[in-house]
């Protein structure tokens, strides 16, 4: 699924500009505990959390997490959104709750990073 | 596939405790220099988490702590050493799940309880010491494929 049909899904904003939008993504977790993130994540997979602090990009980063969307309209500080334009990290604010959005990617075809 | 590295690559960071606004820095800089020198993806992956998770403790729990590592051509040492308060139970801390963080860490996205359990699946070998009232030391290495 493209970055492109994730944010038109989940009428999302789109935080950081010059981003690819055709993207392809392939599978998606969900949580608000980066460790959890990290302990069960998959590379190249979408972060959708409520959590906006800069060690999400961090998180990101070292777990390879393509993607990230914010829930409820979350706005990341201009901390994070400088640190994810350096490691390349698109960021997405969506005003739907985390089970919402996760709901409507899994209605939509986007698996979970665990497959199950 | 060995590193073709001529002999051992060395390097350490300085952690200071409860700085979150620069959490992640010391890792980052890990990371990028075993990209620079052409480690397998996945390594690198393990690499990152492992030593993400033990920086993100020093910061959490500690004063002042220090990473270093040791890059040879077949595997990675990292250690990372603390002024933090120790831990008491070892076996229990590295249950998934248990943890003494305080809440407002855990509003900050950490204190799940998968720091050294995150620490160990990503390693292949794993020791931690802990004296209380000291410290704690983490030593850990991944082989290259």
Known sequence: ?116 | MALDIEKPIEGSFQIIGGNFDTAGAASSQLKSKLVELGVNEEVIRHAAIATFEAEMNVIIYAAAGRLSYVITPTYIEIKIEDMGPGIEDIEQAMQEGYSTAPEWVRAMGWGAGMGLPNMNKNSDTFKVDSVVGEGTSIEMTMNFP
């Open chain 1, 1 to 116: 699924m493209t970055l492109k049909e994730i944010s038109r899904l989940l009428d999302a904003n789109v935080i950081n500009n010059s981003i690819d939008m055709d993207m392809d993504i392939q599978s998606a977790c969900s949580a608000d505990m980066m460790s959890t993130v990290m302990y069960y994540h998959t590379a190249n997979s979408l972060l959708i959390t409520g959590l906006a602090q800069p060690s999400v990009i961090r998180t990101a980063e070292m777990a390879g997490i393509k993607a990230i969307v914010f829930v409820l309209d979350k706005k990341p500080d201009a901390t994070l959104i400088e640190l994810a334009g350096l490691k390349d990290i698109p960021l997405l604010s969506t005003p739907y709750c985390m089970y919402t959005a996760s709901g409507k990617l899994f209605e939509a075809g986007m698996p979970s990073c665990l497959g199950k």
